[in-house]
């Protein structure tokens, strides 16, 4: 990985900075506080994005604004990645804004999670560090702040090896041991378990024998009483048999017996309907006579003269209604027409001046006009009189030509009721002669019906003792039913103490099945155990043994070269103990970093993180950080020689890029690129 530039927006006392950097040894210069750290802070947020209890969103973005960014341009393996984050205030909090990742030209928009996965697939870190708030390999192979590799140095010792452990990812070893361990109590307490389920066995096996007896002894009882039973079926068939014989003479008594009820129900109905009939006669009879007498002496006219008759009177009413009409109507116009004068007169008599030439109205002429409309209006009074007389005559003539008509159509309805009688006096005398026929075929039915009757009498006669064999024959079925189901509830018992006990047989068996696998499994459960706790437990603990062996071999060589070039002093050296501390001796005695001058722990601190990132990117080979590497301060408090060493250090680590933060003038004699960082009113500038 190499870095190319980086791009700040609103990030901490930068407004808008823009940084390159090219391969080689790059110093980040400037006075404290100028916001030297800034520039490492933002590169490692442009990378994994915020971390907790790190880099929050409060200490990156700029007070008084609402949004920040950060962008960064980087090459992996001959690859171009441009890689944009953003900050944003939202109510009280700062959060992280989607971002996007540009590859060869190629921009993919990406949330805050998906971003910081796809960098560590680009820098071939374990893809598990996705789901951490740090990443470890980062943070102590490219860029570790000073303070943390002090930290790292001088504090507990367990917690330095569990942070070496986390660092080459061989922590795993003892999660996979302390697994182990929970596993192979959980096997112990599943082993205890199924040995207790298993403790019964041999008395289940003792009862599968008894339940195999008892089996056995059911099934040759069930035989024994199986010609029993079929003995009592065979006598019941034989008595249904009988009692079917019985039944069926039984059944055509019973039809017989219907058919004698039949004749009585046909004879008495007959009878009724004889009855009903003959009353019949009597009403039709009466009716005849009183229609013979409404009609005797009648005479009846042609209808269609009667409706010609009508039709002509008809028509010479219509002609009077119209004549009626139109004289009402000539009435009406006369009366518009008197009106009509006389508001002209009455208005000429008023009038003095023309109402449109605006002229006085000459009197000769207003009489005139006056004159004239009185003719008019007499004129019209002569014919209104003529008029209203003619109108009298044609209402008198009206009236009589109303009676006519009305005359005429009672002529017509009672010549159509004379007809409807005479109608019905033929329907009536047809009707009469249709019952007198029915009287006749009943009385012969009714013989019939009697010499039936005696026939069915007779033949009844013949099952005179059918109830006595079919009591006898019931009698002798109910025993024979007695005697079977006697038989069949024994076989049931015997058949339900077959069943019970091939049931108790089966689940004894799936019992001892069972059993015995849970015995099977304990045993496997058992040697399971074993194998977890003296052969697989010491394995890996073998195993992490020596790899933290080979880690610590390289490692200690690595920290005993570097500090030996930063520290010359024949009485003075350093090596790891197997803890990765520090042992340091001076004059043949061991002394501890605490008691160290400052430039001492700086020496100590750096030949520390150098060794640590030479021996990380030798073992973990996916890692694609290892050209770069980037130190805050890593000379804080070292003499003139020692930042003379310095020089001849980083020139011997065969990286492709160096950053170094460092206020330090002399380090700017060692390095390619210079990068000024000044600070005026809170607000940071850069200067190359």
Same mark, same amino acid.
């Given at each position: 990985?190499?870095?190319?530039?980086?791009?700040?927006?609103?990030?901490?006392?930068?407004?808008?900075?823009?940084?390159?950097?090219? %391969?080689?040894?790059?110093?980040?210069?400037?006075?404290?506080?100028?916001? +030297?750290?800034?520039? #490492?802070?933002?590169?490692?947020?442009?990378? !994994?994005?915020?971390?907790? *209890?790190?880099?929050? *969103?409060?200490?990156?973005?700029?007070?008084?604004?609402?949004?920040?960014?950060?962008?960064?341009?980087?090459? /992996?393996?001959?690859?171009? !990645?441009?890689?944009?984050?953003?900050?944003?205030?939202?109510?009280?909090?700062?959060?992280?804004?989607?971002?996007?990742?540009?590859?060869?030209?190629?921009? =993919?928009?990406?949330?805050?999670?998906?971003?910081?996965?796809?960098?560590?697939?680009?820098?071939?870190?374990?893809?598990?560090?996705?789901?951490?708030?740090?990443?470890?390999?980062?943070?102590?192979?490219?860029?570790?702040?000073?303070?943390?590799?002090?930290?790292?140095l001088f504090g507990d010792k367990n917690?330095?090896?569990?942070?070496?452990?986390?660092?080459?990812?061989?922590?795993?070893?003892?999660?996979?041991?302390?697994?182990?361990?929970?596993?192979?109590?959980?096997?112990?307490?599943?082993?205890?378990?199924?040995?207790?389920?298993?403790?019964?066995?041999?008395?289940?096996? &003792?009862?599968?024998?008894?339940?195999?007896?008892?089996? #056995?002894?059911?099934?040759?009882?069930?035989?024994?009483?199986?010609?029993?039973?079929?003995?009592?079926?065979?006598?019941?068939?034989?008595?249904?048999?009988?009692?079917?014989?019985?039944?069926?003479?039984?059944?055509?008594?019973?039809? /017989?017996?219907?058919?004698?009820?039949?004749?009585?129900?046909? *004879?008495?109905?007959?009878?009724?309907?004889?009855?009903? #009939?003959? =009353?019949?006669?009597?009403?039709?009879?009466?009716?005849?006579?009183?229609?013979?007498?409404?009609?005797?002496?009648?005479?009846?006219?042609?209808?269609?003269?009667?409706?010609?008759?009508?039709?002509?009177?008809?028509?010479?009413?219509?002609?009077?209604?119209?004549?009626?009409?139109?004289?009402?109507?000539?009435?009406?116009?006369?009366?518009?027409?008197?009106?009509?004068?006389?508001?002209?007169?009455?208005?000429?008599?008023?009038?003095?001046?023309?109402?449109?030439?605006?002229?006085?109205?000459?009197?000769?002429?207003?009489?005139?006009?006056?004159?004239?409309?009185?003719?008019?209006?007499?004129?019209?009074?002569?014919?209104?009189?003529?008029?209203?007389?003619?109108?009298?005559?044609?209402?008198?003539?009206?009236?009589?030509? +109303?009676?006519?008509?009305?005359?005429?159509?009672?002529?017509?309805?009672?010549?159509?009721?004379?007809?409807?009688?005479?109608?019905?006096?033929?329907?009536?005398?047809?009707?009469?002669?249709?019952?007198?026929?029915?009287?006749?075929?009943?009385?012969?039915?009714?013989?019939?019906?009697?010499?039936?009757?005696?026939?069915?009498e007779s033949e009844i006669l013949k099952?005179?003792?059918?109830?006595?064999?079919?009591?006898?024959?019931?009698?002798?079925?109910?025993?024979?039913?007695?005697?079977?189901?006697?038989?069949?509830?024994?076989?049931?018992?015997?058949?339900?103490?077959?069943?019970?006990?091939?049931?108790? +047989?089966? #689940?004894?068996?799936?019992?001892?099945?069972?059993?015995?696998?849970?015995?099977?499994?304990?045993?496997?459960?058992?040697?399971?155990?074993?194998?977890?706790?003296?052969?697989?437990? %010491?394995?890996?603990?073998?195993?992490?043994?020596?790899?933290?062996?080979?880690?610590?071999?390289?490692?200690?060589?690595?920290?005993?070269?570097?500090?030996?070039?930063?520290?010359?002093?024949?009485? !003075?050296?350093?090596?790891?103990?197997?803890?990765?501390?520090p042992v340091l001796q001076q004059n043949?005695?061991?002394?501890?970093?605490?008691?160290?001058?400052?430039?001492?722990?700086?020496?100590?601190?750096?030949?520390?993180?150098?060794?640590?990132?030479?021996?990380?990117?030798?073992?973990?080979?996916?890692?694609?950080?290892?050209?770069?590497?980037?130190?805050?301060?890593?000379?804080?408090? !070292? &003499?003139?020689?020692?930042?003379?060493?310095?020089?001849? /250090?980083?020139?011997?680590?065969?990286?492709?890029?160096?950053?170094?933060?460092?206020?330090?003038?002399?380090?700017?004699?060692?390095?390619?690129?210079?990068?000024?960082?000044? +600070?005026?009113?809170?607000?940071?500038?850069? =200067?190359?």
């Open positions: 990985m190499l870095i190319k530039k980086i791009v700040l927006h609103n990030i901490r006392s930068y407004n808008d900075a823009e940084i390159n950097f090219e %391969p080689g040894k790059t110093l980040i210069s400037g006075d404290i506080g100028s916001g +030297k750290s800034t520039i #490492l802070l933002s590169i490692e947020f442009a990378l !994994f994005g915020l971390i907790k *209890g790190e880099i929050s *969103g409060s200490i990156l973005l700029r007070h008084g604004v609402n949004q920040g960014s950060v962008e960064l341009h980087f090459e /992996v393996e001959k690859k171009n !990645f441009v890689v944009h984050r953003a900050l944003k205030r939202i109510s009280k909090s700062i959060e992280q804004d989607s971002g996007f990742l540009i590859i060869n030209g190629r921009k =993919n928009d990406l949330t805050s999670t998906e971003l910081k996965a796809q960098i560590i697939d680009i820098l071939g870190y374990p893809a598990d560090l996705v789901a951490k708030s740090k990443s470890l390999l980062f943070r102590y192979t490219v860029y570790t702040p000073q303070e943390d590799m002090k930290q790292i917690e330095r090896l569990n942070i070496i452990r986390r660092i080459f990812g061989i922590d795993k070893y003892r999660r996979i041991k302390e697994n182990s361990e929970v596993y192979s109590k959980h096997v112990r307490e599943q082993w205890k378990e199924l040995n207790g389920r298993t403790l019964d066995l041999y008395e289940k096996k &003792s009862n599968l024998k008894s339940f195999e007896t008892e089996l #056995l002894a059911a099934k040759t009882s069930f035989r024994n009483n199986e010609p029993i039973v079929l003995s009592a079926k065979i006598l019941v068939e034989n008595t249904r048999s009988k009692i079917a014989d019985a039944e069926q003479s039984k059944k055509q008594l019973i039809a /017989v017996q219907r058919n004698l009820d039949l004749c009585s129900i046909s *004879g008495q109905h007959l009878i009724g309907e004889k009855t009903n #009939l003959l =009353n019949e006669i009597q009403r039709i009879s009466a009716r005849i006579k009183v229609i013979e007498s409404d009609i005797a002496g009648q005479i009846i006219e042609d209808s269609a003269l009667i409706k010609q008759e009508l039709s002509k009177q008809s028509v010479e009413l219509d002609s009077l209604e119209s004549e009626r009409i139109k004289i009402i109507t000539s009435n009406a116009k006369t009366e518009t027409i008197q009106k009509t004068s006389s508001e002209i007169i009455q208005k000429m008599n008023s009038l003095d001046v023309c109402p449109l030439c605006m002229q006085k109205v000459d009197s000769n002429h207003k009489q005139s006009i006056i004159s004239s409309e009185n003719s008019k209006i007499l004129s019209s009074k002569e014919n209104f009189i003529q008029s209203i007389n003619l109108q009298k005559e044609l209402v008198t003539k009206i009236s009589e030509k +109303k009676i006519i008509i009305d005359s005429i159509k009672l002529k017509e309805k009672t010549v159509e009721i004379l007809k409807f009688k005479q109608q019905s006096l033929i329907d009536l005398n047809k009707q009469l002669n249709l019952v007198n026929g029915r009287i006749s075929a009943i009385e012969k039915e009714i013989t019939a019906i009697v010499e039936k009757k005696k026939a069915v099952y005179a003792s059918v109830d006595e064999h079919y009591a006898v024959a019931k009698k002798a079925l109910d025993e024979a039913l007695a005697k079977e189901k006697n038989a069949e509830i024994t076989q049931n018992v015997l058949k339900e103490k077959i069943t019970n006990a091939e049931n108790n +047989k089966i #689940l004894i068996e799936a019992e001892i099945k069972q059993k015995t696998e849970f015995l099977e499994k304990a045993n496997k459960l058992k040697r399971l155990n074993q194998w977890i706790q003296e052969l697989f437990c %010491p394995l890996v603990d073998s195993i992490e043994k020596q790899v933290l062996a080979r880690i610590y071999g390289e490692f200690n060589e690595l920290f005993i070269k570097w500090f030996g070039l930063l520290v010359e002093d024949d009485f !003075f050296s350093a090596r790891l103990d197997d803890s990765f501390t043949g005695f061991d002394t501890l970093p605490e008691n160290l001058s400052g430039g001492e722990k700086t020496a100590c601190a750096l030949a520390y993180r150098l060794a640590l990132n030479k021996a990380i990117n030798d073992i973990m080979s996916a890692v694609q950080t290892k050209d770069i590497l980037i130190l805050d301060e890593p000379t804080d408090g !070292f &003499s003139d020689a020692q930042l003379d060493k310095v020089g001849e /250090v980083f020139d011997n680590l065969g990286l492709k890029q160096i950053v170094i933060v460092s206020h330090e003038r002399k380090v700017e004699n060692f390095v390619d690129k210079i990068i000024h960082i000044n +600070k005026t009113s809170h607000s940071s500038a850069v =200067n190359t």
